[in-house]
DNA sequence: CTCGATATTTAGTGCATCCTAAATTGTCCG
DNA sequence: CGGACAATTTAGGATGCACTAAATATCGAG
Protein backbone atom coordinates (compact mmCIF):
# COMPACT_ATOMS: atom_id res chain seq x y z
CA UNK A 1 0.00 0.00 0.00
CA UNK A 2 2.62 2.50 0.96
CA UNK A 3 4.04 4.16 -1.68
CA UNK A 4 8.34 3.66 -2.54
CA UNK A 5 8.88 6.46 -0.22
CA UNK A 6 12.30 7.95 0.26
CA UNK A 7 11.87 6.79 3.97
CA UNK A 8 11.74 9.80 5.84
CA UNK A 9 9.09 12.74 4.99
CA UNK A 10 10.80 15.69 4.62
CA UNK A 11 10.41 19.40 6.50
CA UNK A 12 7.62 20.53 4.23
CA UNK A 13 6.02 17.81 3.34
CA UNK A 14 5.46 17.15 7.27
CA UNK A 15 3.93 20.76 7.22
CA UNK A 16 1.61 20.24 4.43
CA UNK A 17 0.10 17.13 5.93
CA UNK A 18 -0.52 18.38 9.22
CA UNK A 19 -2.07 21.66 7.79
CA UNK A 20 -4.44 19.69 5.67
CA UNK A 21 -4.90 17.25 9.08
CA UNK A 22 -6.18 20.58 10.78
CA UNK A 23 -8.19 22.01 7.98
CA UNK A 24 -9.89 18.71 7.22
CA UNK A 25 -11.18 18.89 11.18
CA UNK A 26 -12.47 22.63 11.04
CA UNK A 27 -13.95 23.08 7.68
CA UNK A 28 -14.61 19.65 6.73
CA UNK A 29 -12.26 19.50 3.69
CA UNK A 30 -8.99 21.47 2.76
CA UNK A 31 -8.98 23.69 -0.39
CA UNK A 32 -5.61 24.87 -2.49
CA UNK A 33 -6.46 28.22 -0.63
CA UNK A 34 -6.95 27.49 2.31
CA UNK A 35 -3.67 25.17 2.69
CA UNK A 36 -1.65 28.40 0.76
CA UNK A 37 -2.49 30.69 3.19
CA UNK A 38 -2.08 28.32 6.22
CA UNK A 39 1.80 27.67 4.81
CA UNK A 40 2.43 31.45 3.27
CA UNK A 41 3.02 30.00 0.31
CA UNK A 42 1.67 30.16 -3.39
CA UNK A 43 -1.81 27.91 -4.37
CA UNK A 44 0.60 26.69 -7.12
CA UNK A 45 2.59 25.54 -4.86
CA UNK A 46 -0.07 23.53 -3.21
CA UNK A 47 -1.29 22.28 -6.55
CA UNK A 48 2.19 21.22 -6.76
CA UNK A 49 2.62 19.55 -3.55
CA UNK A 50 -0.72 17.59 -3.57
CA UNK A 51 0.28 16.26 -7.04
CA UNK A 52 2.88 14.65 -5.37
CA UNK A 53 2.02 13.71 -2.29
CA UNK A 54 -1.43 12.37 -3.87
CA UNK A 55 1.04 10.20 -5.43
CA UNK A 56 2.81 8.97 -2.96
CA UNK A 57 -0.67 7.75 -1.18
CA UNK A 58 -0.47 10.45 1.58
CA UNK A 59 -3.83 12.25 -0.01
CA UNK A 60 -6.49 12.00 -1.99
CA UNK A 61 -6.76 14.87 -4.63
CA UNK A 62 -10.08 15.77 -6.95
CA UNK A 63 -8.56 18.35 -9.29
CA UNK A 64 -10.48 21.61 -8.70
CA UNK A 65 -12.42 19.56 -5.76
CA UNK A 66 -10.28 19.85 -2.68
CA UNK A 67 -8.00 17.13 -0.78
CA UNK A 68 -8.31 14.20 1.56
CA UNK A 69 -6.08 12.67 3.73
CA UNK A 70 -5.23 8.84 3.22
CA UNK A 71 -5.05 6.83 6.26
CA UNK A 72 -1.24 6.91 5.19
CA UNK A 73 -1.56 11.01 5.64
CA UNK A 74 -3.34 10.95 8.57
CA UNK A 75 -1.21 8.59 10.30
CA UNK A 76 1.60 10.86 9.23
CA UNK A 77 0.43 14.54 10.30
CA UNK A 78 -1.11 13.15 13.73
CA UNK A 79 2.34 11.97 14.21
CA UNK A 80 3.95 15.08 13.43
CA UNK A 81 0.99 16.81 15.54
CA UNK A 82 1.60 14.47 18.83
CA UNK A 83 5.44 15.50 18.45
CA UNK A 84 4.58 19.22 17.78
CA UNK A 85 2.49 18.84 21.21
CA UNK A 86 4.66 17.22 23.18
CA UNK A 87 7.69 19.24 22.44
CA UNK A 88 5.27 22.77 23.63
CA UNK A 89 4.75 20.55 26.62
CA UNK A 90 7.89 19.80 27.59
CA UNK A 91 9.16 23.95 26.81
CA UNK A 92 6.19 25.80 28.91
CA UNK A 93 6.68 22.98 31.52
CA UNK A 94 9.94 22.31 32.19
CA UNK A 95 12.03 25.32 31.07
CA UNK A 96 9.75 27.96 31.51
CA UNK A 97 8.98 28.92 27.88
CA UNK A 98 5.91 31.62 27.56
CA UNK A 99 2.88 29.90 25.84
CA UNK A 100 2.89 32.29 23.62
CA UNK A 101 6.23 31.52 21.93
CA UNK A 102 6.48 27.93 22.41
CA UNK A 103 4.23 27.25 18.93
CA UNK A 104 7.80 28.98 16.61
CA UNK A 105 10.14 26.80 18.60
CA UNK A 106 7.78 23.33 18.20
CA UNK A 107 7.28 23.91 14.61
CA UNK A 108 10.78 23.67 14.20
CA UNK A 109 12.18 21.35 16.74
CA UNK A 110 9.14 18.34 15.53
CA UNK A 111 10.70 17.71 12.74
CA UNK A 112 14.47 17.35 14.08
CA UNK A 113 13.77 15.50 16.96
CA UNK A 114 14.04 11.58 17.19
CA UNK A 115 10.94 9.43 18.25
CA UNK A 116 13.17 8.31 21.16
CA UNK A 117 13.52 12.00 22.39
CA UNK A 118 9.53 12.64 21.55
CA UNK A 119 8.72 8.99 24.02
CA UNK A 120 11.64 10.56 26.59
CA UNK A 121 10.02 13.99 26.51
CA UNK A 122 7.04 12.77 27.06
CA UNK A 123 7.66 10.25 29.86
CA UNK A 124 9.40 13.14 31.87
CA UNK A 125 6.31 14.91 31.60
CA UNK A 126 4.32 11.70 33.03
CA UNK A 127 2.83 11.24 29.46
CA UNK A 128 0.74 14.10 29.20
CA UNK A 129 -2.63 14.50 27.27
CA UNK A 130 -3.13 18.46 26.11
CA UNK A 131 -0.67 20.93 25.17
CA UNK A 132 -0.09 24.15 27.00
CA UNK A 133 -2.98 25.98 24.45
CA UNK A 134 -5.24 23.06 25.95
CA UNK A 135 -5.20 20.70 22.53
CA UNK A 136 -4.81 17.28 22.27
CA UNK A 137 -2.06 15.29 22.27
CA UNK A 138 -2.56 12.06 20.09
CA UNK A 139 -1.04 8.45 21.29
CA UNK A 140 1.73 7.10 19.96
CA UNK A 141 -0.54 4.64 17.72
CA UNK A 142 -2.50 7.81 16.57
CA UNK A 143 -5.34 7.95 18.85
CA UNK A 144 -6.59 11.83 19.31
CA UNK A 145 -9.54 13.29 21.11
CA UNK A 146 -11.24 14.70 18.56
CA UNK A 147 -14.44 16.51 20.54
CA UNK A 148 -15.69 19.22 19.05
CA UNK A 149 -16.00 22.27 21.84
CA UNK A 150 -18.60 25.27 21.57
CA UNK A 151 -17.08 28.47 21.57
CA UNK A 152 -16.96 31.56 24.14
CA UNK A 153 -19.09 33.24 21.81
CA UNK A 154 -22.05 30.58 21.95
CA UNK A 155 -22.60 30.52 25.59
CA UNK A 156 -25.79 31.47 27.26
CA UNK A 157 -25.82 34.78 28.77
CA UNK A 158 -25.68 33.82 32.73
CA UNK A 159 -23.88 30.75 32.16
CA UNK A 160 -20.74 29.41 32.99
CA UNK A 161 -18.20 27.03 31.30
CA UNK A 162 -14.81 25.85 31.59
CA UNK A 163 -12.03 26.83 29.16
CA UNK A 164 -10.83 23.74 27.06
CA UNK A 165 -8.30 24.96 24.82
CA UNK A 166 -7.79 28.03 22.55
CA UNK A 167 -8.57 26.88 18.92
CA UNK A 168 -5.25 28.06 17.46
CA UNK A 169 -1.77 28.41 19.02
CA UNK A 170 -0.62 30.36 16.00
CA UNK A 171 -1.51 33.96 17.49
CA UNK A 172 1.32 35.17 19.95
CA UNK A 173 -0.52 38.56 20.73
CA UNK A 174 -4.04 36.78 20.64
CA UNK A 175 -2.16 34.46 23.31
CA UNK A 176 -0.85 36.96 25.63
CA UNK A 177 -3.89 38.42 25.57
CA UNK A 178 -5.88 35.59 26.93
CA UNK A 179 -3.09 35.20 29.53
CA UNK A 180 -3.44 38.37 30.76
CA UNK A 181 -7.06 38.14 31.61
CA UNK A 182 -6.20 34.55 32.96
CA UNK A 183 -7.92 32.92 30.45
CA UNK A 184 -5.97 29.38 30.18
CA UNK A 185 -7.01 26.00 29.90
CA UNK A 186 -9.29 24.97 33.16
CA UNK A 187 -10.16 28.43 33.89
CA UNK A 188 -14.02 28.97 34.60
CA UNK A 189 -15.44 31.42 32.94
CA UNK A 190 -19.28 33.12 32.89
CA UNK A 191 -20.44 35.16 30.63
CA UNK A 192 -21.81 38.18 32.22
CA UNK A 193 -23.56 40.53 29.53
CA UNK A 194 -23.23 40.35 25.89
CA UNK A 195 -23.84 43.61 23.64
CA UNK A 196 -26.66 43.05 20.84
CA UNK A 197 -25.09 43.08 17.00
CA UNK A 198 -22.49 40.67 17.99
CA UNK A 199 -21.05 43.03 20.15
CA UNK A 200 -18.57 42.68 23.04
CA UNK A 201 -19.03 40.19 25.73
CA UNK A 202 -18.37 40.92 29.50
CA UNK A 203 -16.83 38.10 31.32
CA UNK A 204 -16.42 37.39 34.95
CA UNK A 205 -13.05 34.94 35.33
CA UNK A 206 -12.38 34.56 39.06
CA UNK A 207 -12.97 38.25 40.78
CA UNK A 208 -12.38 40.21 37.35
CA UNK A 209 -14.65 41.16 34.55
CA UNK A 210 -12.75 41.34 31.60
CA UNK A 211 -15.20 42.74 28.19
CA UNK A 212 -13.68 40.97 25.19
CA UNK A 213 -15.02 41.07 21.27
CA UNK A 214 -16.73 38.17 20.01
CA UNK A 215 -13.62 37.46 17.59
CA UNK A 216 -11.60 37.15 20.37
CA UNK A 217 -14.26 34.54 22.17
CA UNK A 218 -14.73 32.49 19.28
CA UNK A 219 -11.00 31.43 19.09
CA UNK A 220 -11.43 30.08 22.63
CA UNK A 221 -13.32 27.13 23.19
CA UNK A 222 -15.22 25.95 25.94
CA UNK A 223 -17.05 22.45 27.48
CA UNK A 224 -19.91 22.83 30.08
CA UNK A 225 -18.60 23.12 33.98
CA UNK A 226 -20.39 20.88 36.58
CA UNK A 227 -21.54 24.10 38.86
CA UNK A 228 -21.65 22.17 42.38
CA UNK A 229 -24.16 23.23 43.95
CA UNK A 230 -22.72 24.96 47.47
CA UNK A 231 -24.52 22.96 49.94
CA UNK A 232 -26.71 20.01 48.16
CA UNK A 233 -23.79 17.46 46.90
CA UNK A 234 -26.65 16.14 44.49
CA UNK A 235 -26.10 17.31 41.57
CA UNK A 236 -21.80 17.78 41.73
CA UNK A 237 -21.43 13.98 40.29
CA UNK A 238 -24.02 14.47 36.98
CA UNK A 239 -23.15 11.88 34.45
CA UNK A 240 -23.46 14.39 31.62
CA UNK A 241 -22.65 10.97 29.24
CA UNK A 242 -23.37 12.96 25.90
CA UNK A 243 -20.73 16.12 26.46
CA UNK A 244 -17.94 13.50 27.82
CA UNK A 245 -18.23 11.38 24.66
CA UNK A 246 -14.34 11.20 23.38
CA UNK A 247 -14.43 10.18 19.80
CA UNK A 248 -11.27 8.24 19.32
CA UNK A 249 -10.21 6.30 15.60
CA UNK B 1 31.63 42.60 4.47
CA UNK B 2 28.60 40.06 5.00
CA UNK B 3 27.41 38.73 1.94
CA UNK B 4 23.75 39.47 1.05
CA UNK B 5 22.77 35.92 2.29
CA UNK B 6 19.00 34.63 2.41
CA UNK B 7 19.95 35.62 6.77
CA UNK B 8 20.01 31.89 7.81
CA UNK B 9 21.85 29.42 6.91
CA UNK B 10 20.81 26.36 5.82
CA UNK B 11 21.16 22.84 7.30
CA UNK B 12 24.16 21.58 5.27
CA UNK B 13 25.50 24.67 4.84
CA UNK B 14 25.97 24.37 8.76
CA UNK B 15 27.03 21.37 8.75
CA UNK B 16 30.11 21.87 5.89
CA UNK B 17 30.93 24.97 8.03
CA UNK B 18 31.34 22.91 11.12
CA UNK B 19 33.28 20.02 9.51
CA UNK B 20 35.15 22.25 7.33
CA UNK B 21 36.73 24.20 10.99
CA UNK B 22 37.21 20.54 12.50
CA UNK B 23 39.27 19.40 9.92
CA UNK B 24 41.16 22.74 10.18
CA UNK B 25 41.80 22.51 13.59
CA UNK B 26 43.20 18.88 13.14
CA UNK B 27 45.08 18.87 10.14
CA UNK B 28 45.44 22.81 9.97
CA UNK B 29 43.80 22.60 6.36
CA UNK B 30 40.33 21.19 5.25
CA UNK B 31 40.67 19.37 1.48
CA UNK B 32 38.11 18.79 -0.37
CA UNK B 33 38.28 14.75 -0.14
CA UNK B 34 38.24 15.13 3.51
CA UNK B 35 35.03 17.16 3.77
CA UNK B 36 33.66 15.03 1.16
CA UNK B 37 34.57 12.20 3.62
CA UNK B 38 33.62 13.62 6.68
CA UNK B 39 30.04 14.71 5.67
CA UNK B 40 29.48 11.60 3.07
CA UNK B 41 29.03 13.21 -0.15
CA UNK B 42 30.88 13.33 -3.13
CA UNK B 43 33.87 15.16 -3.86
CA UNK B 44 32.09 16.89 -6.63
CA UNK B 45 29.19 18.16 -4.27
CA UNK B 46 31.54 19.44 -2.12
CA UNK B 47 33.37 21.37 -4.61
CA UNK B 48 29.92 22.67 -5.46
CA UNK B 49 29.35 24.10 -2.08
CA UNK B 50 32.48 25.53 -1.46
CA UNK B 51 32.10 27.52 -4.45
CA UNK B 52 28.91 29.23 -3.15
CA UNK B 53 30.08 29.61 0.66
CA UNK B 54 33.36 31.19 -0.93
CA UNK B 55 31.09 33.01 -2.86
CA UNK B 56 29.06 34.48 0.62
CA UNK B 57 32.12 35.24 2.52
CA UNK B 58 32.25 32.15 4.32
CA UNK B 59 35.37 30.62 3.18
CA UNK B 60 38.66 31.41 1.28
CA UNK B 61 39.22 28.74 -1.66
CA UNK B 62 42.12 28.46 -3.77
CA UNK B 63 41.32 25.57 -6.38
CA UNK B 64 42.78 22.58 -5.96
CA UNK B 65 44.47 23.84 -2.61
CA UNK B 66 42.16 23.82 -0.17
CA UNK B 67 39.70 25.91 1.63
CA UNK B 68 39.84 28.09 5.21
CA UNK B 69 37.34 29.85 7.27
CA UNK B 70 37.35 33.49 6.54
CA UNK B 71 35.87 35.35 10.19
CA UNK B 72 32.54 35.33 9.22
CA UNK B 73 32.62 31.38 8.47
CA UNK B 74 34.62 30.38 12.09
CA UNK B 75 32.02 32.58 13.53
CA UNK B 76 29.11 30.74 12.09
CA UNK B 77 30.78 27.00 12.19
CA UNK B 78 31.58 27.69 16.08
CA UNK B 79 27.81 29.14 16.82
CA UNK B 80 26.65 25.73 15.41
CA UNK B 81 29.01 23.78 17.47
CA UNK B 82 27.75 25.63 20.95
CA UNK B 83 24.02 24.70 19.70
CA UNK B 84 25.58 20.65 19.21
CA UNK B 85 27.56 20.53 22.05
CA UNK B 86 25.43 22.25 24.71
CA UNK B 87 22.35 20.13 23.07
CA UNK B 88 24.39 17.15 24.19
CA UNK B 89 25.00 17.91 27.06
CA UNK B 90 21.56 18.65 28.11
CA UNK B 91 20.28 15.41 26.49
CA UNK B 92 22.77 13.69 28.91
CA UNK B 93 22.68 15.23 31.63
CA UNK B 94 18.98 15.90 32.45
CA UNK B 95 16.93 13.29 30.28
CA UNK B 96 19.80 10.61 30.97
CA UNK B 97 20.30 9.86 27.09
CA UNK B 98 23.52 7.83 27.03
CA UNK B 99 26.60 9.40 26.00
CA UNK B 100 27.04 7.04 22.64
CA UNK B 101 23.57 8.32 21.13
CA UNK B 102 23.34 12.02 22.19
CA UNK B 103 25.24 13.04 18.67
CA UNK B 104 23.14 12.14 16.23
CA UNK B 105 20.09 13.38 17.73
CA UNK B 106 22.15 16.92 18.69
CA UNK B 107 23.06 16.75 14.73
CA UNK B 108 19.87 17.61 13.72
CA UNK B 109 18.37 19.50 17.00
CA UNK B 110 21.47 21.92 16.23
CA UNK B 111 20.05 23.25 12.99
CA UNK B 112 16.02 23.73 14.59
CA UNK B 113 16.40 25.35 17.95
CA UNK B 114 16.50 29.18 18.27
CA UNK B 115 19.28 30.77 20.31
CA UNK B 116 16.69 31.74 22.53
CA UNK B 117 16.39 27.96 23.67
CA UNK B 118 19.91 27.34 23.42
CA UNK B 119 20.78 29.91 25.91
CA UNK B 120 17.87 28.71 27.79
CA UNK B 121 19.14 25.20 27.59
CA UNK B 122 22.77 26.45 28.54
CA UNK B 123 21.54 28.30 31.65
CA UNK B 124 19.29 25.17 33.57
CA UNK B 125 22.66 23.43 32.55
CA UNK B 126 24.50 26.14 34.51
CA UNK B 127 26.25 27.74 31.59
CA UNK B 128 28.63 24.20 31.37
CA UNK B 129 32.07 24.45 29.19
CA UNK B 130 32.71 21.05 27.85
CA UNK B 131 30.33 18.44 26.29
CA UNK B 132 29.72 14.89 27.66
CA UNK B 133 32.62 13.77 25.28
CA UNK B 134 34.49 16.77 26.99
CA UNK B 135 34.62 18.68 24.05
CA UNK B 136 34.89 22.30 25.12
CA UNK B 137 32.18 24.61 24.37
CA UNK B 138 32.41 28.27 22.26
CA UNK B 139 31.05 30.40 24.20
CA UNK B 140 27.94 32.91 22.75
CA UNK B 141 30.48 35.55 21.78
CA UNK B 142 32.59 32.69 19.57
CA UNK B 143 35.53 32.09 21.81
CA UNK B 144 36.82 28.55 22.66
CA UNK B 145 39.14 26.78 24.40
CA UNK B 146 41.39 25.48 21.76
CA UNK B 147 44.18 23.92 23.51
CA UNK B 148 45.97 21.06 22.01
CA UNK B 149 45.86 17.48 23.79
CA UNK B 150 48.08 14.74 23.77
CA UNK B 151 46.74 11.12 23.61
CA UNK B 152 46.78 8.37 25.51
CA UNK B 153 49.02 6.49 22.90
CA UNK B 154 51.81 9.06 23.58
CA UNK B 155 51.82 8.65 27.15
CA UNK B 156 55.00 7.12 28.53
CA UNK B 157 54.68 3.97 30.35
CA UNK B 158 54.45 4.45 34.26
CA UNK B 159 52.62 8.21 33.86
CA UNK B 160 49.69 8.75 34.99
CA UNK B 161 46.94 11.23 33.05
CA UNK B 162 43.63 12.69 33.36
CA UNK B 163 40.97 11.91 30.65
CA UNK B 164 40.17 15.22 28.23
CA UNK B 165 38.26 14.21 25.82
CA UNK B 166 37.34 11.88 23.59
CA UNK B 167 38.79 13.43 19.16
CA UNK B 168 35.34 12.59 18.48
CA UNK B 169 31.56 11.60 19.23
CA UNK B 170 30.94 9.94 16.62
CA UNK B 171 31.38 6.33 16.55
CA UNK B 172 29.14 4.71 19.36
CA UNK B 173 30.74 2.06 18.99
CA UNK B 174 34.02 3.61 20.53
CA UNK B 175 31.97 5.34 23.25
CA UNK B 176 30.17 2.55 24.33
CA UNK B 177 33.64 0.88 25.00
CA UNK B 178 34.79 3.46 26.55
CA UNK B 179 32.15 3.53 29.02
CA UNK B 180 32.66 0.09 29.92
CA UNK B 181 36.16 0.53 30.88
CA UNK B 182 35.35 3.57 32.67
CA UNK B 183 37.20 5.94 30.69
CA UNK B 184 35.38 9.36 30.63
CA UNK B 185 36.70 12.20 31.37
CA UNK B 186 38.32 13.25 34.41
CA UNK B 187 38.62 9.64 34.83
CA UNK B 188 42.73 9.00 35.78
CA UNK B 189 44.20 6.51 33.56
CA UNK B 190 48.07 5.03 34.19
CA UNK B 191 49.63 3.59 31.56
CA UNK B 192 51.17 0.27 32.74
CA UNK B 193 52.69 -1.06 29.94
CA UNK B 194 52.98 -0.81 26.37
CA UNK B 195 53.28 -3.84 24.07
CA UNK B 196 56.61 -3.05 21.02
CA UNK B 197 55.69 -2.37 17.38
CA UNK B 198 52.57 -0.52 17.99
CA UNK B 199 51.14 -3.05 20.12
CA UNK B 200 48.34 -2.94 22.48
CA UNK B 201 48.34 -0.63 25.81
CA UNK B 202 48.16 -2.30 29.44
CA UNK B 203 46.31 0.44 31.29
CA UNK B 204 44.91 0.93 35.24
CA UNK B 205 41.72 2.93 35.36
CA UNK B 206 41.04 2.41 39.23
CA UNK B 207 40.73 -0.97 40.29
CA UNK B 208 40.90 -2.50 36.68
CA UNK B 209 43.76 -2.83 33.97
CA UNK B 210 42.10 -2.93 31.04
CA UNK B 211 44.09 -3.58 27.78
CA UNK B 212 43.26 -1.72 24.42
CA UNK B 213 44.76 -1.20 21.37
CA UNK B 214 46.67 1.97 19.83
CA UNK B 215 43.81 2.91 17.59
CA UNK B 216 41.54 3.51 20.45
CA UNK B 217 44.21 4.78 23.00
CA UNK B 218 44.95 7.71 20.10
CA UNK B 219 41.13 8.89 20.42
CA UNK B 220 41.56 9.21 24.19
CA UNK B 221 42.70 13.42 24.63
CA UNK B 222 44.43 13.17 28.12
CA UNK B 223 46.08 16.20 30.30
CA UNK B 224 49.04 15.07 32.80
CA UNK B 225 47.76 14.83 36.24
CA UNK B 226 49.32 16.44 39.17
CA UNK B 227 49.04 13.31 41.42
CA UNK B 228 49.40 14.28 45.23
CA UNK B 229 51.86 12.80 46.48
CA UNK B 230 50.61 10.06 49.36
CA UNK B 231 52.98 11.65 52.34
CA UNK B 232 55.54 14.49 50.93
CA UNK B 233 53.94 17.50 49.48
CA UNK B 234 57.01 18.84 47.40
CA UNK B 235 56.10 17.68 43.94
CA UNK B 236 52.18 17.85 44.07
CA UNK B 237 51.63 21.47 42.90
CA UNK B 238 54.75 21.02 40.44
CA UNK B 239 53.56 24.42 38.33
CA UNK B 240 53.63 22.41 34.43
CA UNK B 241 53.20 25.85 32.71
CA UNK B 242 53.48 24.95 29.26
CA UNK B 243 50.89 22.40 29.12
CA UNK B 244 48.05 24.44 30.55
CA UNK B 245 48.30 27.24 28.97
CA UNK B 246 44.56 28.34 27.28
CA UNK B 247 44.51 29.41 23.57
CA UNK B 248 41.54 31.22 23.09
CA UNK B 249 40.63 33.77 20.24
C1' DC C 1 61.93 16.25 -16.01
C1' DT C 2 58.38 13.50 -17.35
C1' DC C 3 54.75 10.06 -16.27
C1' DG C 4 51.14 8.28 -13.98
C1' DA C 5 48.45 7.91 -9.76
C1' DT C 6 45.50 10.69 -7.12
C1' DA C 7 42.88 14.71 -6.00
C1' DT C 8 40.02 18.08 -7.72
C1' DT C 9 37.10 20.49 -10.69
C1' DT C 10 33.79 20.81 -14.62
C1' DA C 11 29.87 19.21 -17.19
C1' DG C 12 25.60 17.52 -17.36
C1' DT C 13 21.46 15.78 -14.56
C1' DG C 14 17.82 14.98 -11.16
C1' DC C 15 14.83 16.08 -7.54
C1' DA C 16 12.35 18.96 -4.10
C1' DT C 17 10.45 23.14 -3.40
C1' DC C 18 9.26 27.48 -4.34
C1' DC C 19 7.69 31.45 -7.61
C1' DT C 20 4.89 34.31 -11.36
C1' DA C 21 1.96 34.55 -15.30
C1' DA C 22 -1.25 32.38 -18.20
C1' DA C 23 -4.78 29.05 -18.96
C1' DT C 24 -8.73 26.67 -17.29
C1' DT C 25 -12.68 25.32 -14.46
C1' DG C 26 -16.56 25.90 -11.23
C1' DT C 27 -20.20 28.62 -9.45
C1' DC C 28 -23.60 31.63 -9.02
C1' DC C 29 -26.28 35.50 -10.38
C1' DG C 30 -29.09 37.96 -13.40
C1' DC D 1 -28.65 29.71 -19.78
C1' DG D 2 -24.50 32.54 -20.14
C1' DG D 3 -20.99 35.06 -18.40
C1' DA D 4 -18.16 37.15 -14.76
C1' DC D 5 -15.29 36.28 -11.14
C1' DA D 6 -12.88 33.51 -8.05
C1' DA D 7 -10.42 29.38 -7.40
C1' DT D 8 -7.43 26.27 -9.34
C1' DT D 9 -4.25 24.20 -12.37
C1' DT D 10 -0.66 24.42 -15.98
C1' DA D 11 3.53 26.36 -17.94
C1' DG D 12 7.88 27.91 -17.45
C1' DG D 13 11.66 29.16 -14.25
C1' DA D 14 14.80 29.64 -10.28
C1' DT D 15 17.46 27.90 -6.32
C1' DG D 16 19.79 24.61 -3.39
C1' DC D 17 21.94 20.47 -3.09
C1' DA D 18 22.99 16.12 -4.38
C1' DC D 19 25.03 12.58 -8.04
C1' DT D 20 28.02 10.37 -12.04
C1' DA D 21 31.30 10.73 -15.65
C1' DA D 22 34.75 13.25 -17.87
C1' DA D 23 38.42 16.57 -17.88
C1' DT D 24 42.32 18.60 -15.61
C1' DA D 25 45.72 19.79 -12.10
C1' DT D 26 49.13 18.31 -8.61
C1' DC D 27 52.85 15.76 -6.98
C1' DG D 28 55.88 12.09 -6.05
C1' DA D 29 58.80 8.38 -8.33
C1' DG D 30 61.80 7.14 -11.23
MN1 LIG E 1 6.83 22.47 11.27
MN1 LIG F 1 -0.25 24.13 20.86
MN1 LIG G 1 24.01 18.88 11.83
MN1 LIG H 1 30.24 15.86 21.67
Redesign the interface.
Known sequence: MTAPSPRALTEPVEDYLKAIYELERRNGAASTSEVALALAVAPASVTGMVRRLAAQGYLDHVPYRGVQLTAAGRAAALRTIRRHRILETY?TQV???PWD?VH??AE??E????D??IE??AA?LGHPTSDPHGAPIPTVDGLVDERVHRTLADLAVGHTARMVRVASDKDPDLLRYLADIALRPGAEVTLVARAPYDGPLTLRIGEAQPIVGPNLAAQVLVEPVLTPAPASAASATEPKPAASRARRR
Chains 1, 2 share one sequence.
Not at 111 to 114: L, Q, V
Open positions: LLGYRDERLHAASELCLA
